[in-house]
Every structure is written in C-alpha cells, then in structure tokens.
C-alpha cells in the first residue's frame, strides 16, 4: 500500500493545482484557498487514522488535542483561575490525544470501515456541517471545504487501490478491494451508524443549491484546464 509520504504528497500537490485554479477562476480568495489545500492534505491521510502503529493516527490525534486545548481555553478562560484552566487544558490534551485515541484504536481495524466512501463522505458532511454552523462560513465556501476533505479521502483510497497492483508481478494483491469500497461489509453495524450520522446532519448544513452552484461553476471550468 501507499506510505505516508505518498498518500500526504500525492493529496498536497492535488489540493494545491485545485486550489490554485479555484483561486484564479475567482471561486474563493487566495487566502481562503489555503485552508481547502489544508484539507485536501488532511484528507490523504484520514483514512489510516484506523491504522494503529501508522505516522498519521499519531498526528491526527495530536491535531485533535490541540484543537480541544484550544477550544476549551476560549470557552473557560473567564469562567476558571489561570491555574484551574491550565489544568483543565491538560486534561483535555491528555483525554483526546491518548484516552479517546486509545479508544479509537481498540474498536477499529485496518482497512475497515474508514476506508471506505461512506466515511469519507460522513468526514467531508462535518467539515461542511462545522464550517458552515461553528465557523460561520458562506455557504458555497462551506460546500467547497467539505468537498476538499471528502477529495482528500478518495485521493487515499484510490491510492492504496492502484498500490495493490503489482506491475512488475503481474498480480493483484489481497489487498486489492479492501480501500475504495462503499462501506464495510464485515461491520454493519458500523456502517449503519455512519449512515444514520450522516442523515442527522442534514439540518445542519448549508442551502443545497450552494453545493449545485459550485459544481456546476467546477463543471463548467473543468474542460478549461484539461
């Protein structure tokens, strides 16, 4: 299968030629082309956060720690003395980056339900739901945001597909099948809950003629720079 380096560069250099083309067509500024790059980078590598001993769960988790120390500083810091909201944002790092992570890596497995098309979606419908709602983002940047991590996961998905081809061998790998897949079989109970998630956020996000806007504006600027 792909390695780290693979699936974030392949994922990087993509999210930087979309974003960039975006940027020119006047879709969204320059400045907020860079977080859809960041999210397309991200989204290479979010599926192996299912991977236990892989480079990505490690800085995914460190990620959500930050973003809860973060996030728990602002909404605390008028409510505790400096010495309770320290250790109230040490709790939060320690809870996410290694309770809630140790978590995650108990009920998950390689290859399982994350890498799949309905995780990916369920990953790119949160990032919409949180920019539109939380971040209060225009609706049609909002779409495009989760469009770029949802871009991301395939980007992944498709790679560890093509890498389970042995070109030289002239063989298909075992592995071949078990990335690019709609959901996961084996756990239905799992699918059913991503499902039923994705369903829930439906009034959380944007107006869908945003999301046609966008992708008839990308329909229309596609054959433009082929």
């Given at each position: 299968m792909?390695?780290?380096?693979?699936?974030?560069?392949?994922?990087?250099?993509?999210?930087?030629?979309?974003?960039?083309?975006?940027?020119?067509?006047?879709?969204?500024?320059?400045l907020e082309a860079l977080p859809l790059l960041g999210l397309v980078a991200f989204g290479?590598?979010?599926?192996?956060?299912?991977?236990?001993?892989?480079?990505?769960?490690?800085?995914?988790?460190?990620?959500?720690?930050?973003?809860a120390v973060v996030g728990g500083?602002?909404?605390?810091?008028?409510?505790?003395?400096?010495?309770?909201?320290?250790v109230a944002c040490g709790g939060l790092y320690v809870g996410v980056r290694h309770l809630a992570g140790g978590v995650f890596k108990r009920f998950t497995v390689h290859r399982g339900i994350w890498h799949s098309l309905l995780a990916a979606g369920l990953c790119g419908l949160v990032t919409t739901a949180l920019s539109y709602r939380l971040l209060a983002q225009e609706a049609g940047l909002a779409?495009?945001?989760?469009?770029?991590?949802?871009?991301?996961?395939?980007?992944?998905?498709l790679l560890d597909e093509l890498y389970s081809v042995d070109l030289v061998g002239a063989r298909i790998k075992r592995s071949f099948g078990s990335a690019l897949k709609l959901c996961d079989l084996r756990e239905?109970?799992?699918?059913?809950?991503?499902?039923?998630?994705?369903?829930?956020?439906?009034?959380?996000?944007?107006?869908?003629?945003?999301?046609?806007?966008?992708?008839?504006?990308?329909?229309?600027?596609?054959?433009?720079?082929?």
């Open positions: 792909a390695n780290f380096h693979t699936h974030l560069g392949v994922a990087s250099s993509l999210g930087a030629l979309g974003a960039c083309v975006g940027w020119q067509a006047g879709l969204w500024s320059g290479g590598i979010l599926p192996d956060i299912d991977s236990d001993h892989s480079r990505a769960i490690r800085l995914i988790f460190n990620l959500f720690a930050v973003l500083a602002l909404l605390l810091q008028g409510r505790l003395s400096p010495g309770e909201l320290l779409w495009a945001q989760g469009l770029a991590l949802l871009l991301g996961c395939v980007i992944h998905l239905p109970g799992n699918s059913a809950l991503m499902l039923l998630l994705a369903v829930g956020l439906l009034p959380w996000l944007p107006p869908w003629p945003s999301l046609m806007e966008l992708l008839g504006q990308g329909a229309y600027l596609l054959p433009r720079w082929q």
